[in-house]
Protein backbone atom coordinates (compact mmCIF):
# COMPACT_ATOMS: atom_id res chain seq x y z
CA UNK A 1 0.00 0.00 0.00
CA UNK A 2 1.11 3.65 -0.82
CA UNK A 3 4.17 5.14 -2.70
CA UNK A 4 7.65 4.52 -2.23
CA UNK A 5 10.15 7.18 -2.73
CA UNK A 6 11.71 6.71 -5.17
CA UNK A 7 8.73 5.86 -8.39
CA UNK A 8 7.81 8.44 -10.65
CA UNK A 9 4.13 8.69 -10.05
CA UNK A 10 4.33 12.39 -11.34
CA UNK A 11 5.14 11.13 -15.10
CA UNK A 12 1.82 10.03 -15.53
CA UNK A 13 0.35 13.09 -13.97
CA UNK A 14 2.31 15.06 -16.87
CA UNK A 15 0.79 13.41 -19.00
CA UNK A 16 -2.08 13.54 -18.08
CA UNK A 17 -2.18 17.77 -17.65
CA UNK A 18 -1.84 17.84 -20.92
CA UNK A 19 -5.72 16.03 -21.36
CA UNK A 20 -7.15 17.33 -18.70
CA UNK A 21 -10.09 17.86 -20.92
CA UNK A 22 -12.14 14.66 -19.41
CA UNK A 23 -12.29 16.70 -15.87
CA UNK A 24 -14.25 19.94 -14.81
CA UNK A 25 -12.21 21.02 -11.74
CA UNK A 26 -14.17 23.68 -9.52
CA UNK A 27 -11.82 25.37 -6.85
CA UNK A 28 -13.10 26.61 -3.74
CA UNK A 29 -10.04 28.27 -2.06
CA UNK A 30 -7.83 25.31 -1.31
CA UNK A 31 -9.96 22.75 -2.27
CA UNK A 32 -11.69 21.46 -5.36
CA UNK A 33 -14.24 19.04 -6.96
CA UNK A 34 -13.64 17.50 -9.70
CA UNK A 35 -16.43 16.60 -11.97
CA UNK A 36 -15.24 12.84 -14.67
CA UNK A 37 -17.50 13.80 -17.51
CA UNK A 38 -16.70 10.12 -19.13
CA UNK A 39 -17.58 8.55 -16.08
CA UNK A 40 -19.90 11.16 -14.78
CA UNK A 41 -18.53 10.75 -11.21
CA UNK A 42 -17.51 13.50 -8.66
CA UNK A 43 -14.46 13.52 -6.38
CA UNK A 44 -13.84 15.83 -3.26
CA UNK A 45 -9.63 17.05 -3.44
CA UNK A 46 -8.67 17.67 -0.13
CA UNK A 47 -6.12 20.56 0.34
CA UNK A 48 -3.15 18.13 0.02
CA UNK A 49 -4.89 16.61 -2.98
CA UNK A 50 -5.58 19.57 -4.66
CA UNK A 51 -2.01 21.24 -3.23
CA UNK A 52 -0.06 17.87 -5.13
CA UNK A 53 -2.07 18.48 -8.51
CA UNK A 54 -1.28 22.70 -8.56
CA UNK A 55 2.00 21.94 -7.57
CA UNK A 56 2.72 19.58 -10.13
CA UNK A 57 1.12 21.97 -13.11
CA UNK A 58 3.16 24.75 -11.54
CA UNK A 59 6.18 23.08 -11.40
CA UNK A 60 6.52 20.97 -14.52
CA UNK A 61 10.48 20.41 -14.31
CA UNK A 62 9.71 19.00 -11.05
CA UNK A 63 9.34 15.61 -11.78
CA UNK A 64 10.62 13.45 -9.04
CA UNK A 65 8.42 12.08 -6.19
CA UNK A 66 11.04 13.77 -3.15
CA UNK A 67 11.09 17.22 -5.50
CA UNK A 68 7.14 17.52 -5.61
CA UNK A 69 6.86 15.66 -1.63
CA UNK A 70 9.09 18.33 -0.56
CA UNK A 71 7.31 21.20 -2.47
CA UNK A 72 4.10 20.29 -1.39
CA UNK A 73 5.27 20.27 2.29
CA UNK A 74 7.02 23.79 1.75
CA UNK A 75 3.75 24.97 0.36
CA UNK A 76 1.74 23.54 3.28
CA UNK A 77 4.11 25.05 5.40
CA UNK A 78 4.53 20.91 6.86
CA UNK A 79 6.89 19.59 8.66
CA UNK A 80 8.31 16.49 5.43
CA UNK A 81 7.89 13.77 7.98
CA UNK A 82 6.99 10.30 8.00
CA UNK A 83 3.23 10.95 8.91
CA UNK A 84 3.44 13.68 6.31
CA UNK A 85 4.79 11.19 4.17
CA UNK A 86 1.87 8.66 5.00
CA UNK A 87 -0.59 11.22 4.24
CA UNK A 88 1.17 12.29 0.66
CA UNK A 89 1.33 8.94 -0.64
CA UNK A 90 -2.54 8.71 0.39
CA UNK A 91 -2.94 11.91 -1.42
CA UNK A 92 -1.15 10.30 -4.74
CA UNK A 93 -3.17 6.96 -4.39
CA UNK A 94 -6.79 9.07 -4.39
CA UNK A 95 -5.32 10.99 -7.46
CA UNK A 96 -4.73 7.61 -8.91
CA UNK A 97 -7.93 6.33 -8.29
CA UNK A 98 -9.79 8.90 -9.40
CA UNK A 99 -7.72 9.07 -13.32
CA UNK A 100 -5.96 12.22 -12.31
CA UNK A 101 -2.71 11.02 -11.66
CA UNK A 102 -1.10 7.53 -14.07
CA UNK A 103 -0.28 4.13 -11.89
CA UNK A 104 3.28 3.38 -11.17
Not at 20 to 25: K, N, V, W
Not at 58 to 84: C, K, R, W
Request: proline share 2%.
Amino acid sequence: MGCCTNCDVFTGLAKLLTGLGRFLIKCFKTEAVVFDTTSGDTHYLSRLAYTLLTTRQTHPDESSYQDIFTAVAVSLDMEPNGEFRLLFDEAILSLQNIGLLGET
